[in-house]
């Protein structure tokens, strides 16, 4: 006793020096390693030791990875159950391999242990560059017989497996920690599993909470955000030994990790290396309220905003308590199955597929697999699914189906068996519709034979008056044949002039360099002079530009339609050959951008006429989102794209990438992501959502870079990397709002005013769509100083700028620079 008592006292001693580091990335059986000894892996990234989590008490000690020369972020911890306390511990490599971590009294806290054998292996131990400790062989075959990878805590960092080595029976999921300053088992956990149907799913204890899947050979069903994108390329592999998710960073200067929080949040942090001063949330996973688990009962489908509706064939169970939000009691079919007599199948689309899949790998095509599910009478739907990234299987369902999720843009295919009478029904509708429309065909020939002759007549009479309106128009020195009317487009519903070549080219003085004015994804801008003296601009389409034919035609069919003193007016197009112009009326302002950010030229814009082209953006998206017959989203506001009269009234151009949305369309989604990085909302930016909201989100970017001259994505602060949305929301919180106005505006007057209009932007570029006002409210905030405000929450995109490295085109516009981005996600 009193020598294990001298040794324990010796071991104190040496503990008390508390030597900082060993120095290198690797221990060796030979070296001790106490509290106060580290391990740096060689690219300085990642450092093992002891610590204390949060501000817990030193006395506390666990064994962990947390990153190098940052604020304490850890990764992984070794004996997170069972923590060193009141006295260091002691780390020993023995020369087995077998690691083991003892307390002051040398009892035994955690080991590892995965050496095969032991008498023909030289073990180190090892912290590598991806963060991953291993213990391997020091010999030739450097060999891993244990790491900590295949032991996960809470956080998923590039390159760790998660899923199963399936040749052992290991499973590696993360669970969370139970508090900030607790790291034992919490209550959530994220996994892959089961081996079988892999799907991804959080949990609390053993209740699932959110899931995303099945695996489709790209994505998991019903989801984007963990398939490949600008950041990051997602892998998912199958093979005899092992089934895994991972990801792998497209960008070395970007450091993320994937972390379950203490309360259940699937968290995606990145920090840019020499920038960044803090983490920065790029994404919570499971912030979709429709991604709650069975959040609409069996049989139901969560929508956008949360609602429920039944598969059509099914009926809500208790009609009373369905409504807006979820109903977990589910739907009941409308016609009772009878297995034996005529069941079948009914198509339906963008879903996600729901949850207890099974594979039944024999069956490969559509037909084998719906014969094979209609032999047994539990099964109630069936789907072919590339499900473990190698071929298309046949994947059924036993039972209720249950989580499903309308996903328009990422959605699978899936057959639902219904009964005979149900089918007879949906013919029987066919049938009708096709009745019906036959009818109206006729109807309509029989209509247009007995009017034809009126028909032609009155056409006669137009095209008459249209020859009278070119004749008067060439008597005013127009060239002959220089103007004419689009004859076929009755579909659209609009009649646009259409300009030959030789006219524009005279007027551009054949494109040269001194009328262009502009230059964009399309192409480039040019300004023109017709010859009866009216000043044109012209937007002229390059053949491999960034914008086609489609954003082409889109931008024609919309603009056209709109009437509005806060939208740019077109006046005509030209399409011969291989040239596609459109040709616009001419703002001699040309655009907000050239006005705020030039020192010299913002000297101009007073506070009064800065609140004018504000208020006039407001209402020309008002109109956009609300008033016209038309329901449009811009998707690509900015400042470069607000044109400026020669009386400083803004007019909203380039409609290129708009979207028209139904009466009561909420949301919808887009594979195909372009913009302009620093005015696109999170959710479009990220998932491809877009909605009236995505345009509040860049009119408030707007709105701060009109307020302080200060462009977001550009912007720079010596002390902090926060963007302009970051800055102006760190001065609110520190009650000193009008720091950020531009120093040229002296007019203390509008005080009020200034802070009003700080507010109201703060309030649309809030990070999620939800709590962001719309345009009408926007508007009428900004008009009437009585209304009270409610207090913002963070804006989303706030922390850094996300423009750099990643995969995007340039746009160079008439005075500065614009990152675009054009990517495809999801499927």
């Known amino acids: ?119 023909t292996v030289t073990p180190v131990l090892q912290l590598l560059d991806s963060g991953n400790l291993v213990i391997r062989d020091d010999g030739r075959n450097k060999t891993f017989f244990w790491e900590s990878f295949d032991f ?3 956080t998923v960092l590039p390159d760790l497996k998660l899923g199963w080595k399936l040749d052992v029976g290991l499973q590696k999921f993360i669970r969370s920690w139970k508090s900030i300053e607790d790291p034992s088992d919490g209550e959530y956990s994220f996994s892959l599993d089961p081996p079988e149907a892999p799907q991804l799913i959080l949990r609390s204890g053993s209740r699932k909470q959110f899931r995303w899947g099945p695996f489709d050979g790209t994505s998991f069903s ?40 203490p309360s259940g949040s699937l968290q995606y942090f990145t920090w840019r290396v020499n920038t960044s001063k ?61 297995c034996s007599h005529g069941d079948g199948f009914v198509k339906y689309d963008a879903l996600k597929l729901p949850d207890n899949p099974i594979v039944w790998a024999n069956y490969d095509t559509d037909h084998e697999c719906g014969v094979k599910c209609l032999q047994n009478c539990s099964c109630m739907a069936y789907a072919n699914v590339n499900i473990y990234g190698n071929g298309t299987h046949c994947v059924v369902w036993i039972g209720d189906l ?16 219904m009964a005979r009478s149900e089918l007879q029904s949906i013919a029987d509708a066919k049938r009708k519709r096709l009745t019906v429309k036959i009818v109206s065909i006729v109807t309509v020939l029989g209509t247009l034979f007995l009017f034809s002759g009126a028909v032609w007549y009155l056409t006669w009479i137009n095209r008459e008056k ?12 127009q060239r002959s044949g220089s103007f004419q009317y689009v004859e076929d487009n009755q579909d659209e519903g609009f009649q646009l002039p259409l300009y030959d070549l030789d006219t524009i080219l005279l007027a551009c003085d054949n494109f040269s360099e001194r009328n262009k004015i ?126 400026l009269d020669s009386e400083l009234n803004p007019k909203i151009s380039d409609f290129g ?15 195909r992501i372009i913009g302009t990085y620093g005015y696109m909302s999170p959710e479009y930016a990220m998932n491809g959502h877009y909605s009236v909201k995505s345009d509040v989100y860049s009119f408030g970017v707007i709105l701060l870079e009109v307020i302080s001259s200060q462009k977001n994505w550009s912007f720079h602060h010596p002390d902090h990397d926060l963007n302009l949305l970051g800055h102006a929301w760190m001065l609110w919180n520190q009650r000193h709002p009008l720091d950020i106005l531009d120093p040229i505006i002296q007019e203390p007057s509008y005080e009020n005013q200034f802070i009003r209009c700080i507010h109201v932007a703060l309030l649309c570029v809030q990070q999620y769509p939800e709590d962001r006002p719309k345009m009408s409210t926007v508007y009428a905030m900004l008009g009437y100083e009585d209304i009270e405000l409610p207090e913002p929450k963070e804006p989303g995109f706030c922390r850094e700028s996300y423009r750099n490295k990643l995969e995007t085109s340039v746009t160079n516009s008439s005075t500065i620079n614009e990152v675009t981005m054009t990517t495809l996600g999801g499927r």
């Open 466 to 477: 249209r020859k009278d309106r070119i004749t008067q128009l060439n008597s005013k020195g």
């Open 402 to 417: 249950v989580d499903l999720k309308n996903f328009p843009n990422g959605g699978e295919q899936i057959y639902v068996r």
């Open 278 to 338: 803090e983490w920065n949330l790029l994404v919570t996973f499971n912030s979709d309220p429709c991604d709650s688990y069975g959040k609409c009962g069996h049989y139901g489908i969560c929508y956008t905003l949360s609602s429920c509706k039944c598969l059509s064939g099914f009926t809500p169970t208790s009609p009373l308590d369905w409504g807006l939000f979820s109903y977990s009691g589910g739907c009941r079919r409308k016609h009772e199955l009878s």
């Open 222 to 261: 019903g989801s984007t955000t963990l398939t490949t994108n600008p950041l990051f390329q997602s892998k998912f592999v199958y093979n005899s030994i092992e089934l895994y998710y991972k990801y792998e960073m497209l960008d070395v200067s970007i450091l993320s990790r994937l972390v379950v929080s």
């Open 152 to 154: 996960p805590t809470d």
């Open 518 to 643: 502009g230059q964009g994804g399309f192409g480039s801008v040019y300004k023109g002079e017709l010859s009866n003296g009216q000043e044109i601009a012209v937007k002229r389409l390059l053949e491999k530009s960034i914008q086609g034919v489609e954003e082409l035609k889109n931008e024609i069919i919309l603009i056209a339609k709109l009437q509005h003193r806060n939208l740019v007016k077109l006046l005509g197009c030209c399409i011969e050959g291989e040239e596609t112009m459109l040709v616009y009326e001419y703002l001699p302002n040309k655009s907000l951008n050239n006005f705020i950010y030039d020192k010299p030229t913002r000297k101009q814009l007073i506070w009064r006429k800065r609140y004018h082209i504000i208020k006039g953006i407001a209402r020309g998206l008002l109109y956009l989102h609300q008033d016209s017959r038309l329901r449009i989203i811009h998707r690509d506001l900015k400042t470069s794209n607000i044109l």
């Open 1 to 119: 006793m009193r020598t294990l008592l001298l040794l324990t006292f010796q071991w104190l001693l040496f503990a008390l020096s508390l030597q900082t580091s060993l120095s290198t990335d690797t221990l060796k059986p030979s070296q001790n390693f106490t509290d106060g000894h580290t391990l740096i892996s060689s690219n300085q990234r990642f450092e093992f030791g002891f610590f204390s989590p949060g501000n817990g008490s030193s006395a506390t000690r666990y064994l962990g990875i947390w990153y190098h020369n940052l604020p304490l972020t850890v990764v992984w911890v070794a004996n997170r159950n069972k923590p060193v306390r009141d006295l260091p511990g002691k780390l020993v490599l023995e020369d087995s391999g077998v690691l083991i971590l003892y307390d002051h009294s040398l009892g035994t806290v955690w080991s590892a242990n995965n050496i095969p054998n032991a008498s």
């Open 657 to 671: 990438i708009a979207r028209i949305f139904g009466t009561d369309q909420k949301q919808d989604m887009t594979k």
